[in-house]
């Protein structure tokens, strides 16, 4: 079985784009393209060419550098969940399932932070992007859809396999970890946790990928039944959606 690759772009301050490619052939995928300039470079120097435009949701900081792919690269096909530049796309929603000489992507509706947002999810090499719907040990802000969308959206990451490598949108993992300090009593998960993250960003400058099983252990956004979560500093009886309204509300004003 031939490798796939996903090399991580840094993007304007502290976004991911990402290149997803094999040793057997020249094919590439980009995701979440910021800035053109910088991705072709790589492209170039992998000897890539690009044929697919991934797009998890509308927001300019995952889609400006779309127009600059495209005037490279005028046979790369665009898959975005909502119209994008007046371009010609493949508009992808729920159910759908995207086939590329390299893999084959199942596509989920995440409504919550954006009402378009899709994640991309390749069950057979065990890759997860989820644009801005989940973080390293926190989940994105609620601006298009409602705190119950965002939830519903978290609980089918929660049910996807342990063994999965999530790739997220954004580096915000050190300020969520000192969320987390702030909120809950100091517990062994989260101590464990700030060192694996220590370590990740001393060794790649990066805290992701994750693996979606160590975020269900440590991340109360997504898992609400996690351990941490009943060690909450201020004790309540939230259900599931009342914890996850509560968690965000506190991060939103942290
Ligand atoms: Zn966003
Ligand atoms: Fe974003």
Same mark, same amino acid.
């Given at each position: 079985?031939?490798?796939?690759?996903?090399e991580? #772009?840094?993007?304007? !301050?502290?976004?991911y +784009?990402?290149? =997803?490619f094999?040793? &057997? /052939?020249s094919?590439? $995928?980009?995701?979440?393209p910021s800035?053109?300039?910088?991705?072709i470079?790589v492209l170039?120097?992998?000897k890539?060419k690009?044929?697919?435009i991934?797009?998890?949701?509308?927001h300019?900081?995952?889609?400006s550098?779309?127009?600059?792919?495209?005037?490279?690269?005028?046979?790369a096909? #665009?898959?975005?969940? !909502?119209?994008l530049? +007046?371009?010609? =796309?493949?508009k992808? &929603? /729920?159910g759908?399932? $995207?086939?590329?000489?390299?893999?084959?992507?199942?596509?989920?509706?995440?409504?919550?932070?954006?009402?378009?947002?899709v994640?991309?999810?390749?069950?057979?090499?065990?890759?997860?992007?989820?644009?801005?719907v989940?973080?390293?040990?926190g989940?994105?802000?609620?601006?298009?859809?409602? #705190?119950?969308?965002m939830?519903n959206?978290?609980?089918?990451?929660?049910?996807?396999p342990?063994?999965?490598?999530?790739?997220?949108g954004?580096?915000?993992?050190?300020n969520?970890?000192?969320?987390?300090?702030?909120l809950?009593?100091q517990?062994?998960?989260l101590?464990?946790?700030?060192?694996?993250?220590?370590?990740?960003?001393?060794l790649?400058?990066?805290?992701?990928?994750?693996?979606?099983?160590d975020?269900?252990?440590s991340n109360?956004f997504?898992?609400?039944?996690c351990?941490?979560?009943?060690?909450?500093?201020?004790?309540?009886?939230?259900?599931?959606?009342?914890f996850?309204r509560?968690?965000?509300?506190?991060k939103?004003?942290?």
């Amino acid at each position: 079985m031939t490798q796939i690759n996903v090399e991580i #772009i840094n993007q304007l !301050s502290d976004n991911y +784009s990402y290149i =997803i490619f094999n040793n &057997s /052939n020249s094919s590439s $995928i980009v995701v979440d393209p910021s800035e053109d300039e910088k991705i072709i470079k790589v492209l170039k120097k992998k000897k890539l060419k690009l044929e697919y435009i991934l797009i998890t949701h509308h927001h300019n900081d995952h889609t400006s550098g779309v127009l600059g792919l495209v005037k490279e690269y005028p046979q790369a096909q #665009i898959y975005s969940p !909502s119209e994008l530049f +007046s371009l010609t =796309i493949n508009k992808i &929603s /729920n159910g759908d399932k $995207i086939k590329t000489p390299l893999n084959e992507f199942q596509v989920f509706a995440a409504p919550g932070h954006t009402l378009d947002h899709v994640v991309l999810c390749d069950k057979k090499n065990k890759l997860l992007f989820v644009g801005d719907v989940l973080f390293r040990l926190g989940c994105g802000r609620v601006f298009e859809g409602t #705190i119950e969308q965002m939830h519903n959206s978290l609980n089918k990451l929660l049910n996807l396999p342990d063994d999965m490598t999530v790739y997220c949108g954004h580096e915000y993992t050190l300020n969520n970890l000192k969320f987390l300090e702030h909120l809950f009593v100091q517990n062994d998960i989260l101590e464990n946790t700030k060192k694996q993250i220590l370590r990740d960003l001393k060794l790649k400058n990066k805290s992701i990928p994750f693996i979606l099983g160590d975020e269900k252990r440590s991340n109360p956004f997504l898992n609400p039944k996690c351990e941490m979560a009943s060690k909450l500093k201020k004790n309540n009886n939230y259900s599931n959606l009342e914890f996850f309204r509560y968690l965000r509300e506190e991060k939103d004003n942290f």
